[in-house]
């Protein structure tokens, strides 16, 4: 019996050892696959600058961007110029993360405010049911809030152009038809 408490260290070290090298082959960018097709979680948000609360219900009916941030956030701060370039391009939302609202508001004010509103998460709560690992993350919903992309980690120009841009031109091709269809709907049909 005394031997097998000598040796009980070293198994339980031995199969530690294992699981954190087995946990090292794990690819965190390769996860953002497994949340795709999932809808816009039904949530409503504080606004960070104090205005009306926001709902995410509110944020479809066209092809849209949710950014995952926090003043914090080393790589949020790396990103920002390029969400700057987008916020004409697309319809951008933030989703501040984890993050202290004076310090925030702080930021967009020095830094510039490239979205159309931001939505105060200061306990995680919309993070989680989304699904965040941390910041930054970016997300690409349809316009009805179905999840088309979605990219952990700092948004560079060419992860946008190649994950991105293609499926943007698609739902807002998608987005126009339905459009037309609405007012139009003698064209629609054969």
């Not at 097709?37 to 039904?42: A, N, T």
């Not at 391009?89 to 501040?96: C, D, M």
């Not at 020095?110 to 970016?138: F, H, Q, R, S």
């Not at 919903?141 to 190649?162: P, Y």
Request: charged share 20%.
């Amino acid at each position: 019996m005394s031997r097998l408490r000598l040796f009980t260290p070293l198994l339980l070290t031995l199969g530690l050892g294992t699981l954190l090298w087995l946990g090292l082959g794990n690819d965190p960018y390769g996860q953002d696959e497994a949340t795709l097709g999932r809808g816009l979680p039904d949530w409503q948000s504080a606004d960070l600058f104090g205005g009306d609360p926001i709902h995410t219900q509110a944020l479809k009916g066209e092809p849209f961007v949710l950014n995952v941030w926090a003043s914090w956030c080393l790589n949020c701060r790396a990103e920002h110029p390029l969400l700057a370039e987008l916020a004409g391009t697309v319809p951008l939302y933030g989703l501040n993360y984890r993050d202290k609202g004076d310090a925030a508001r702080a930021w967009l004010k020095a830094a510039g405010n490239p979205y159309n509103a931001v939505l105060a998460d200061p306990d995680g709560k919309l993070a989680l049911e989304l699904g965040v690992y941390g910041t930054p993350e970016t997300y690409l919903f349809d316009a009805d809030g179905t999840l088309l992309s979605r990219h952990t980690g700092e948004l560079t120009r060419e992860i946008w152009q190649r994950q991105f841009v293609p499926l943007l031109a698609q739902a807002q091709a998608k987005a126009r038809t339905w459009a037309q269809r609405r007012t139009n709907p003698a064209e629609a049909t054969p």
